[in-house]
């Protein structure tokens, strides 16, 4: 071999070398970055479950990176162990108002009206914190819940701006629970809430002309589960009807992190004339609701309601989790139309 050939050999051999160490001290300096993070989120995550001991419930993930400490793992005061890595996710639930009697339309064992998810990204708090999901109890208007996500959301943008985000979840908190509380007192709940605390509970249990179909299974993708619900409908009230039915009438359909729907019929008048009714509800999965009344259009669905449930994975979907939503939906309806039960 000549010297010449031999040179650049042990150049190539060397810069590879060299882009090796580079790149090895990259990733060192990366993990010591994200290490300073998940430090500051774990410790904002500790304060957090502290100051509201009964109010937040940590949300463990299947997707966590085990880290080996000699330290205790923290626990939040439901004895939920925190996480040793991101994401950092927790449940901040809010208090149920006094004139809605919980026990009549929930069978869940928490007396609470709603919930906000929040993740601490990788880079808190250089980073915002992010909300995950939200909702609320059917018969509580969702402009309240959506005020409350809109405070949590301008919060955390001035904490970031104003003092770098620092106990940011903290103070996010605080917030949401009192924005939640004055709503609560400000707007009236909607008609639903009248119906419920008029009628005795043998009417709120007449549900016999609401039959609700849910898909046998369902798509899971990376943890993430959607499934599926058709029902017939009407009129604008057996919509109402139906939806608190099949909520109430399933603790695991409640845990789910959203129930989005749309529906989707012909109201015929006194006169004759026909009017086409639709609508549509994210419950906290942004247009996702519209999606599915684009999908009733589509398929010029008559009389149908159609929910499809979502238990978030812990992981993010992006504009995918859209297409799980329309395609678990498309499949049940078509399923209900060919064997005859729509």
Known sequence: MNPTAREAIENA????????TRSKVNENEERSM???????????????????????????????????????????AHNVEIPSWFPLIFTLNLPAP??????????????????VTMEFPEGYPAKELQIVSYRTLPVIKKEIIEQVVTNIRTTAKEALELYGGEECGLVCCSIA?????????????????????????????????????????????????????????????????????????SSKIQRASHNMFAYRFVERMEDGREILKHDNDDDGEDK????????????????????????????????KRFAHITNVARELLVECHENGSL
């Open 13 to 20: 051999s060397n810069k590879r070398i060299s882009q090796n």
């Open 98 to 115: 006094d004139s809605i009697d919980i026990s009549s339309i929930s069978h869940t064992p928490q007396q609470f009206g709603g919930h």
């Open 34 to 76: 994200y290490q300073e993070s998940f430090d500051r989120a774990s410790a904002d995550l500790e304060i957090l479950c502290s100051a509201y001991p009964e109010e937040i419930r940590v949300v463990q993930s299947k997707h966590i990176i085990q880290e080996a400490s000699s330290s205790e793992p923290l626990m939040d």
């Open 288 to 319: 996702a609701g519209s999606r599915l009344a684009q999908l009733l259009e589509m398929r010029k669905e008559d009389g149908v309601l159609v929910v499809v449930s979502r238990w978030f994975g812990g992981v993010h979907l992006g504009p």
């Open 177 to 249: 629970l009192e924005c939640w509380n004055e709503c609560l007192e400000k707007f009236a709940v909607d008609n639903a809430t009248a119906v419920l605390q008029a009628a005795p509970k043998e009417e709120i249990d007449m549900y016999d002309d609401i039959e609700w179909i849910t898909a046998e299974t369902t798509l899971t993708d990376r943890k993430s589960v959607f499934q599926a619900h058709v029902c017939a409908v009407d009129s604008d009230e057996k919509v109402r009807r139906a939806v608190n039915k099949l909520i109430q009438g």
